[in-house]
């Protein structure tokens, strides 16, 4: 089974940045799509950044475009967010996962955007 780490979340001001990183276990991370979600408290799960198996294309959510940067290593199998211009709705907790996504996701790592 794939096991996903992620890491890099924290308390920042509004207009701070970030940079998470997901590490992944398994042959399987440059085969795959992946992306980053998010989940805030009493909303839906949302994909907000997806990125192809060799960096060949990217997407992103309308909330965070112009703002956040997905990438990845494979020879480290770990993806990146690099997230800019933090705004107090972007506080959540990030996960990454395939796209789609499977069945096992890492803890997340809580991202707080508050002066």
């Known amino acids: 089974q794939v096991q996903l780490v992620e890491s890099g979340g924290g308390l920042v001001q509004p207009g701070g940045s970030l940079r998470l990183s997901c590490s992944a276990s398994g042959s399987i991370f440059s085969l795959v799509t992946m992306g980053w979600y998010r989940r805030a408290p009493g909303k839906q799960r949302e994909l907000v950044a997806a990125i192809a198996p060799s960096s060949e294309s990217t997407n992103y959510a309308k909330s965070v475009k112009g703002r956040f940067t997905i990438s990845r290593d494979n020879a480290k199998n770990t993806a990146y967010l690099q997230m800019n211009s933090l705004k107090p709705e972007d506080t959540a907790v990030y996960y990454c996962?395939?796209?789609?996504?499977?069945?096992?996701w890492g803890q997340g790592t809580q991202v707080t955007v508050s002066s």
């Open positions: 996962n395939k796209v789609p996504y499977g069945t096992n």
